[in-house]
């Protein structure tokens, strides 16, 4: 400022000087108030025009020109340019907060005092069944009409979560089971609400089959145990011959074989569970397999059916399959022995190995039983699952073969298939990946 009010006196002065010079030293003093008022009048348009210029558009601010207001219109236009670059970090910051709520697998809705949508993310719209875009600023009661969680909303009582069905388009499609949310509020900012919800669908199935579960691994054990027990007290407090003794002795043992048999299968797929996905290094010839499966199927069918059972076994090529030997084994005479176990003495059961046309490997087997009708056949993997309980431990089943082969099947990353017509019979099979099959003669050279 001290430089400014010197050039104001010199720029007077010098009016002033010229004014002596023309008109005498009469009209000096007029000379240099006429000199201060065009300065004073040309600094005033100055500053309008850069007044002028900061009320209609700030990046038309001209560029740095002489004087003060040329240095004050520098200064401005450096301080406007760091606000913008300040404001555009700051956009791109929450653009890339807001693209990783979106990318969240739970919703979230934020509501403002009166409880309207003020943004939610796409997982919240869909499971909600809302738009994201056409419902802002709607109240989010009128749109979820459950009336559960209209009340936790209106209670501001917000100390535990509430568990509703969905509402959106998935829960639509998915009529058999219904998806189930698990919705928290969060107060913040005063009166405002964040809204989150989780989807718990597969943590209550979870839960409900590890309830079923228990209950029949329970149920199945106390069976044989109630048999045992009863013959027990039967031979202490009863004077028996040998004949019926022994008779109660073989009860017994069938008894506490069944037992045997299931703690084994249970044990059987804890490890499955447990362990490592088998290796593709070790590879076993399938007519060794299959050569143990119908020693075991003979015995088998001989033990269940006195005229016993018609069985077949083909290669249609000679191969080898990578993974655990074990493990292959018992899923394949799990899927043999369940067909003899339902098949009627008499009946036909025919296993066979086969290369299919793009090099995966099929072994399958098909028995002429009563067959399976079609809504048995998605739950058959299931734990304990059994399309009839009295002839399947009658046969002497736990209800968890077929698990078991499902688990060994995706730990060698094959898939089980199975077609069946009531009254006719059925087919499972399982296909291996064309990784895990070769041809037993390219060993060989």
Sequence with gaps: MPFRIA?????????????????GWKFGWLGAWLGAALWLALDAWRAERLLRVLRNDASGLPTRGA?????????????LREREQQTRQAEDRLQEFLAAIQASPNGVILLDEQGRIEWCNQTAASQFGI????????HLANLVRDPAFVA?????????????????????????????????????????????TRDITALEQAEAMRRDFVA?????IRTPLTVLAGFVETLQNLPLDADERARYLSLMGQQSHRMETLVNDLLTLSRLEGSAAPSGNQWIRIRALLAQCEDEARGLS????????RLSFSIEAESEISGAPTELQSAMSNLLSNAIRYTPGGGEVAVSWRLLPDGRGEYAVRDTGPGI????????????????????????????????????????????????????????????????VREARVLAK
Excluded: C
Aim: aromatic share 6%; no cysteine.
């Design 373 to 436: 009708a079609a809504e048995h056949i998605p739950r058959l993997t299931e734990r304990f699952y059994r399309i009839d309980r009295s002839r399947s431990r009658e046969t002497g089943g736990t209800g968890l073969g077929l698990a078991i082969v499902k688990h060994i099947a995706q730990r060698h990353g094959a898939e089980l298939r199975i077609e069946s017509t009531v009254g006719k019979g059925s087919r499972f099979a399982l296909v291996f990946t064309a990784t895990r």
């Design 302 to 309: 001989g033990r269940l059916a006195p005229q016993g059972h």
């Design 67 to 79: 004087g003060v207001w040329g240095e004050l219109s520098e200064r401005i236009r450096k301080l």
């Design 216 to 220: 029949n691994v329970s149920h199945e």
């Design 7 to 23: 050039t104001f006196l010199i720029a007077s002065l010098a009016i002033g000087a010229g004014a002596v010079a023309i008109f």
């Design 152 to 196: 936790y909303l209106a209670s501001w009582n917000y100390s535990r979560d509430v568990v509703i069905d969905a509402s959106g388009p998935r829960q639509a499609q998915q009529r058999s089971h219904p998806v189930r949310l698990s919705v928290q509020v969060h107060p913040y900012a005063g009166n405002r609400r964040m809204l989150l």
């Design 131 to 138: 738009d994201a875009e056409r419902d802002l600023l709607q």
